[in-house]
């Protein structure tokens, strides 16, 4: 059962106040969609087999809705599901009352999972952030979509001769580095442009096997072009997202394009549909519950 509300601020209360495509893919794959009403997650996920009660923690516009029974609640969920930005962190900023909530979610037993979609670190950058801002965070507690790119590929057997190439940051390369991953790709192609002369024909490595795509401020038209040659022209080619969002959170002043715009310009060039990986996607919900 996935039991999904608005924010965690509640938890440490036990008062009933009010508080603030055409490709095919591998057997295992599925897809994963998010719908926000009233402030509220809702994880729809056809094909997840979750069968141990779960809380997920969202970041929300409105507050959460008023809780008769905050600490029966609590005792009927085994395993609580946080976001991180907005939820535990915002920005470089602690939350209020998130060491507290956790302290006394840890001291019943429960399970917690903090998951990302920003691709951009891994797991172990993640949990250097969580000691930084004063919390105990154990890496296998963290579940960020470039965690998730390369877990997918584990759990499909992903061949250790093929290639992946990514368009995404440093988060990505070394998930896949630690997962024993050939990959190209990144950062260093950010410098890179395509010179259309006359006859001009662009070269890819035929051993590319997946090409997973995440945020990209390094983004560029070659990244583009080389993704889609991989995609299109490499037989059984994957094209995995680490998410589709809209937008994201660089700065407070204003909302940035996210990691879906990424995602969209491979998938308008090849007209396929990626997998997607990161939060609410069925791959992730499946995966935390088989651990």
Not at 209 to 233: H, M, P, S, W
């Amino acid at each position: 059962m996935l039991l999904a509300r608005a924010s965690p601020a509640f938890l440490p209360s036990t008062s009933s106040s009010p508080t603030p495509s055409s490709q095919t893919l591998p057997p295992s794959a599925s897809f994963g969609r998010s719908q926000r009403t009233g402030g509220s997650l809702t994880v729809a996920s056809p094909n997840c087999t979750v069968r141990r009660p779960v809380m997920a923690g969202a970041a929300a516009a409105v507050p959460a809705a008023k809780l008769e029974d905050a600490e029966a609640l609590i005792d009927s969920v085994e395993t609580f599901i946080f976001d991180c930005d907005g939820v535990i962190w915002k920005g470089d900023k602690l939350i209020d009352g998130v060491p507290e909530t956790l302290d006394l979610l840890r001291s019943k037993g429960k399970r917690l999972v903090f998951v990302t979609n920003n691709s951009t670190k891994s797991r172990k950058q993640y949990g250097k952030k969580f000691e930084t801002l004063g919390l105990s965070v154990n890496e296998e507690e963290i579940f960020a979509s470039s965690f998730a790119a390369a877990a997918y590929l584990q759990s499909i057997d992903f061949p250790k001769d093929k290639k992946v190439y990514v368009i995404g940051e440093e988060g990505i390369l070394k998930e896949l580095e630690l997962a024993g991953f050939q990959y190209l790709g990144g950062p260093t192609d950010g410098d890179k442009k395509i010179e259309l002369k006359p006859g001009f024909y662009m070269e890819h490595d035929k051993d590319v096997g997946a090409v997973v795509v995440g945020f990209d401020r390094y983004f560029n038209y070659y990244k583009v072009q080389y993704g889609t040659l991989c995609i299109r022209e490499n037989p059984g080619c994957l094209f995995i997202a680490t998410n589709r969002d809209a937008v994201t959170h660089l700065t407070d002043a204003q909302e940035w394009a996210g990691g879906g715009s990424m995602v969209g310009a491979v998938l308008g060039s090849t007209k396929q549909e990626p997998l997607v990986v990161g939060k609410p996607s069925t791959f992730m919900m499946d995966y935390l519950a088989k651990k």
